[in-house]
């Protein structure tokens, strides 16, 4: 059986730059490359050295999105999940669903194009400590 790993993600978005930011900002990631991609629409990536968020616009986006059509949402670990709801807070957008159980804590929140996104900490395991 072979092992694999996500490489990468690829999802439409209204304004690739602001996603961008708040990516990196959040994840402590950097952008890995930037320009048109096909069918004459623009994409950024943003990610490490062994994955990525490919984030696309085109003319075809709208932003009319709705949770499960094709998408339920993006999951991202980070070491510091009060920091990172402090960056999408930050951003103007507004986390939800905080649960606190195994394997680890979580919030989530819609981007401006209506994407759901879960934040996971793996690192503040016990109930109640966010120290």
Do not use: C
């Not at 990516?23 to 069918?39: A, D, F, N, V």
């Not at 986006?61 to 499960?68: F, I, L, N």
């Not at 059509?69 to 999940?81: E, K, R, W």
């Amino acid at each position: 059986m072979p092992n694999g790993t996500l490489e990468h993600a690829n999802i439409s978005v209204t304004d690739p730059e602001r996603s961008a930011e708040l990516l990196i900002q959040m994840l402590s990631w950097h952008e890995r490359w930037r320009g048109p991609s096909q069918k004459h629409g623009w994409t950024i990536h943003v990610g490490d050295e062994t994955s990525y968020i490919a984030l696309y616009t085109g003319d075809h986006v709208k932003g009319d999105y709705a949770k499960g059509q094709p998408l339920n949402h993006l999951a991202f670990t980070v070491d510091d999940l009060d920091a990172a709801e402090k960056v999408v807070a930050n951003a103007g957008l507004k986390p939800f669903g905080h649960d606190d159980y195994d394997p680890g804590k979580r919030f989530y929140f819609f981007d401006w194009d209506g994407i759901e996104f879960e934040v996971v900490s793996y690192a503040q395991t016990a109930a109640g400590d966010r120290s």
